[in-house]
C-alpha cells in the first residue's frame, strides 16, 4: 500500500505558475511510476504527466506539453508538477497516482494502469 497526499493547488490568473506536490508514504517511493491526470467539471479524468520510478523518463499529454514538468525527488518520496503558463482551461482538479511496475522504468499514461490515488487538488486558473 502507499498513501498519496497532494498540495500546492489554489487560484491563479492566466499566464501565471503553480508547482504541485504529491507526497507518498508506505512503501518505498522509488519503486512506483508516479502519474499527474485532471479532472474538470463534467469531464472525465485526462492524463497530465508520468515520470519513471528512476525519474529518467517522462512523458506529457499534449495539451501540457512545452508548459507542465513532472519531477521527482526521491530522497523525499515526492513528485512534482510545474505548471507554467497557466490557461482558464486548465482550471480542474488534480490527481496524483501511483503503479508498481516491478523491475521496468518506464511510464503508464492511462487511469487503468495506477493502482493507488490521491484525493487530489483544486487548481483554479482565472482569465
Known amino acids: 500500500q502507499v498513501q498519496l497526499v497532494e498540495s500546492g493547488g489554489g487560484l491563479v490568473q492566466a499566464g501565471g505558475s503553480l508547482r504541485l506536490s504529491c507526497a507518498a508514504s508506505?512503501?518505498?517511493?522509488?519503486?512506483?511510476?508516479m502519474g499527474w491526470f485532471r479532472q474538470a467539471p463534467g469531464k472525465e479524468r485526462d492524463f497530465v504527466a508520468a515520470?519513471?520510478?528512476?525519474?529518467?523518463?517522462?512523458h506529457s499529454g499534449d495539451s501540457v506539453k512545452g508548459r507542465f514538468t513532472i519531477s521527482r525527488d526521491n530522497t523525499k518520496n515526492t513528485v512534482y508538477l510545474q505548471m507554467n503558463s497557466l490557461k482558464p482551461e486548465d482550471t480542474a482538479v488534480y490527481f496524483c497516482?501511483?503503479?508498481?511496475?516491478?523491475?521496468?522504468?518506464?511510464?503508464?499514461?492511462?487511469?487503468?494502469?495506477?493502482?493507488?490515488w490521491g484525493q487530489g487538488t483544486q487548481v483554479t486558473v482565472s482569465s
Open positions: 497516482a501511483a503503479v508498481d511496475l516491478g523491475w521496468r522504468d518506464s511510464v503508464r499514461t492511462k487511469q487503468k494502469d495506477y493502482d493507488y
Open positions: 508506505g512503501r518505498t517511493f522509488s519503486s512506483f511510476t
Open positions: 515520470i519513471s520510478r528512476s525519474g529518467g523518463i517522462t
